[in-house]
């Protein structure tokens, strides 16, 4: 897709660790995870030992100082249930050596789905968002040391086989969030932080595509035009078969999901 002066395509996809049924390798079930009241499930018994990584889950997250900070899921043995957990390693310069791997928390990703994204925020901090039971849990990096915020529910849950979440960076600095939706009234919704102090505001439907039958993956492309306004397309979740929306106005309403036609 050509790249005209003044806007900006992000073909934006979330790293998916290939959908793998989870088998615990002792015998017997596996006791539930514990779920907080935040709305993600985690594992207090698991004493923090990255194990074994899960193939094809590392996420490379770039910092505007040229840094690379990088996340996996890793397996642990001592955990009580089968579900991978997040870990996180980070540059102390560009280009330099890699720390050590650090768990982020107790937090439990999966299980079918198992999304991780993240970017850097406004004030230099990096936001993190992994799946889990059918919805997506968001933790943020803490000033000077290092540790993470308790994982809290973000309240975006796409259908099954409909995708992860998408995050994009607009011009004026504002992070947005997007994923497929399974309410009734919205084909797909957006949240979008301005700032970090403003914090995330809540989802905003981004309307209905007008066939009753057609359901949506997570945007294929994040297009910000001259004007500020955003262009988002997207693929029908099991066929090639594309439709496109864009905003009326900067951080406005959206206007109705067009068919794409070949």
Wanted: glycine share 12%; proline share 9%.
């Amino acid at each position: 897709m050509g790249h005209g002066p003044g806007r900006r395509a992000w073909v934006v996809s979330a790293v998916v660790v290939a959908a793998l049924a989870c088998t615990a390798t002792t015998a017997g079930a596996a006791p539930a995870p514990v779920t907080t009241a935040a709305g993600c499930a985690s594992d207090p018994a698991a004493q923090g030992r990255a194990s074994r990584a899960s193939a094809d889950s590392r996420v490379s997250v770039p910092r505007a100082d040229g840094r690379v900070d990088e996340f996996q899921l890793f397996y642990d043995d001592t955990a009580t249930s089968p579900l991978p957990f997040l870990w996180h390693r980070s540059q102390d310069e560009p280009g330099g050596p890699y720390g050590d791997w650090e768990r982020v928390s107790a937090a439990t990703v999966g299980p079918k789905s198992y999304y991780v994204t993240a970017a850097e925020n406004g004030d230099g901090r990096i936001e993190v968002f992994f799946s889990t039971y059918g919805t997506f849990c968001h933790t943020v990096e803490q000033p000077g040391d290092g540790t993470w915020t308790a994982p809290e529910g973000f309240g975006l849950s796409p259908a099954p086989y409909h995708g992860g979440l998408v995050l994009f960076r607009e011009r004026d600095g504002s992070l947005d969030a997007f994923a497929s939706s399974r309410l009734d009234d919205r084909s797909m919704e957006v949240r979008t932080q301005r700032t970090p102090a403003d914090g995330w505001g809540p989802a905003q439907s981004m309307g209905r595509v007008p066939d009753p039958n057609v359901g949506l993956s997570q945007p294929g492309t994040i297009t910000e035009l001259p004007d500020g306004r955003l262009s988002v397309t997207a693929r029908e979740w099991n066929r090639d078969r594309f439709w496109r929306t864009v905003r009326l106005a900067p951080h406005g309403a959206w206007g109705p999901w067009q068919l794409i036609t070949p």
